[in-house]
């Protein structure tokens, strides 16, 4: 089984409407991370979890907010989805130590507003 | 402000060596990481630097100078699926966020 799982997979939805994405791990890694990424561009954050009870805004966090139900899950939510919020959205986890740093990532959720 | 630097695309033949160069000027600087994403599919580590030189990992390979702000990957006996993009992140500071790269999409010709 994958550590790190996305659900949904592909979605699509309209203006204006709330939208939530879900990210679970059994990596038992306290930092939780989303991103969007859009073509040709690289990896933007929008979130960051270091653990339960520690949630902070990234680069681009206006018009989306997060929840850490349990160290295993973090959702990310759309209040009201506007089109510009198109994107491929991945969950990761991390793993810091002093001589490394990884993250790892969920497959994504490709979603499109219209 | 923070930026990195890497080419968009770089072609090359199968068997071949390539080297992908990213530069990077940030605020602050703990290592450099390089990522794999295949199309279609979730950026994979393939190494990270916290120290100058290099790290080999079997075909692949990288490299850190901080004192030129510069590091490149470097792959060997190319394959075709390597064909994909590597992106180079920065970790700027002790809260292990991750700056990124647009990323290089490395196309393998036979």
């Known amino acids: 089984d994958a550590d790190v799982t996305q659900t949904p997979r592909n979605r699509i939805t309209k203006t204006g409407k709330r939208i939530m994405l879900e990210c679970s791990q059994t990596k038992g890694h306290d930092r939780m991370y989303w991103y969007r990424q859009d073509p040709g561009l690289g990896l933007r954050l929008i979130y960051y979890?270091?653990?339960?009870?520690?949630?902070n805004k990234g680069e681009i966090s206006d018009g989306y907010s997060v929840s850490r139900q349990a160290q295993a899950k973090f959702s990310l939510s759309l209040e009201s989805a506007i089109p510009n919020q198109t994107a491929l959205y991945f969950c990761a986890t991390s793993d810091v130590t002093e001589y490394t740093d990884t993250q790892y990532f969920g497959p994504g959720t490709r979603l499109t507003v219209l | 402000g923070q930026s990195l630097e890497q080419p968009s695309e770089v072609t090359a033949v199968e068997g071949a060596i390539v080297q992908i160069n990213c530069t990077y000027q940030t605020s602050g600087f703990y290592g450099l990481s390089w990522y794999q994403q295949h199309d279609g599919g979730a950026p994979t580590f393939l190494s990270y630097?916290?120290l100058d030189g290099l790290e080999e990992t079997g075909r692949f390979s990288s490299f850190l100078s901080r004192s030129d702000s510069y590091g490149y990957l470097l792959l060997q006996e190319l394959q075709m699926k390597d064909s994909a993009s590597y992106f180079c992140?920065?970790?700027?500071?002790?809260?292990?966020?991750?700056?990124w790269g647009a990323g290089t999409k490395l196309i393998i010709k036979p």
């Open positions: 979890s270091f653990d339960v009870k520690d949630i």
């Open positions: 992140a920065v970790r700027e500071d002790s809260n292990y966020q991750l700056i």
């Open positions: 630097n916290g």
